[in-house]
């Protein structure tokens, strides 16, 4: 049975939501700013909060609720110490997050939706299509649990997992909010990276907020042909208007934008294609990903060999656009969204099953 939370969802709220809610239950405001960063150590219930009196508690037990994520599943990468969790929702839906350890510190890469509706056919995150959008509060706990579960400060994240940020934005944007605040994590907006597959809508929403974050656009495609075929968002919004809409982006915040570019054999990788990414993404302050794509049962998709994945790198360097092959982390663990929570349902489905 699914559980609809009807109290506050208080982990959403931000120091002068809390505020206003402490004046709400006659308290002294600094309360707001205790319970502000206990909400952002990621504790799962106001009982650890002890330096905010019994009665307060008690009073935010009644009326508010503390959104939590349970780790599910936990698999570790023997390589390269990569983890990826799947985690449980208060309703069941299942999400995962990876933790990633750079030379620079820990990065966290978050879902920001259960499911997704864009339909990107090499992305395992979207075969059940969307079922709903994740709450700041939500997003927040996949941060804090990884945190407070291996230990450490993280000190950068990526909304990259499951999901589109700019199709859940308000939530998105909320979660921004909280957490760079100085009074929680802290997480600096420029350690902050935001992926979309070419919402040119939420694009245009996003520069009015002129965020120091960076925009990472799943291109993945030179032209409209192989886009409308691969990525059904293009039919909506095709890369004219995409780009058009990162060029004004980019006025408005002056951010380099990077864009995610997955190589698949005999789809994306030609030499011509190189040349025709470079025409395109020409007088964009940018940078471009080059991902080796992800096998997924569901479709027939190869990732080129290691020579076709660095000929395509070295012509568009050479054709003046900066380029990097992304490091494939936690290649043990299939640590790319949606892999391990199609397998995880099915454990579940089957085990039920029997």
């Known amino acids: 049975m699914i559980i609809i939370p009807t109290k506050l969802d208080i982990r959403s709220f931000d120091l002068e939501a809390i505020t206003k809610l402490m004046v709400d239950f006659n308290q002294p405001k600094f309360r707001a700013q205790q319970l502000f960063k206990w909400l952002q150590s990621g504790v ?45 929702l208060y309703d069941g839906e299942l999400i995962e997050s990876v933790l990633m350890k750079y030379e620079h510190g820990y990065t966290v890469c978050i879902s920001t939706q259960v499911g997704c509706r864009m339909g990107c056919k090499f992305c395992a995150s979207g075969l059940y299509g969307l079922t709903r959008n994740l709450t700041a509060s939500e997003m927040l706990a996949q941060i804090t649990y990884a945190a407070r579960d291996n230990n450490i400060r993280i000190s950068n994240v990526v909304m990259m997992g499951m999901g589109e940020p700019l199709d859940n934005f308000d939530n998105s944007i909320q979660f921004l909010k909280l957490v760079s605040d100085e009074n929680g994590l802290n997480i600096g907006l420029r350690h902050i990276s935001l992926s979309t597959s070419g919402v040119v809508s939420g694009i245009k929403k996003l520069s009015a907020y002129n965020l120091p974050i960076t925009l990472s656009i799943s291109l993945h495609a030179p032209n409209d042909e192989i886009r409308n075929r691969t990525m059904p968002v293009n039919k909506k919004w095709n890369i004219d208007a995409l780009l058009s809409a990162c060029r004004e982006y980019q006025k408005v915040t002056t951010r380099r934008i990077s864009f995610e570019y997955a190589l698949i054999e ?89």
Do not use: W
């Open 266 to 354: 005999g789809v994306n990788d030609s030499d011509a294609n190189a040349r025709e990414l470079a025409a395109r993404l020409k007088g964009i302050m940018c940078h471009v990903n080059l991902i080796p794509a992800n096998p997924v049962k569901e479709n027939t998709f190869k990732k080129p060999d290691r020579k076709s994945i660095i000929a395509f790198q070295k012509k568009l360097e050479s054709l003046g656009i900066n380029a990097t092959i992304r490091r494939t982390l936690g290649a043990d663990i299939d640590a790319s969204c949606g892999q391990l929570k199609k397998k995880t349902k099915e454990e579940i489905d089957n085990a039920n099953i029997c």
């Open 44 to 88: 799962d219930s106001f009982d650890e909060m002890t330096n905010i009196p019994a009665a307060l508690r008690q009073q935010l037990n009644d009326t508010c609720y503390i959104a939590t994520v349970k780790a599910l599943r936990k698999y570790v990468s023997q390589i390269d110490g990569t983890v990826k969790y799947v985690y449980e």
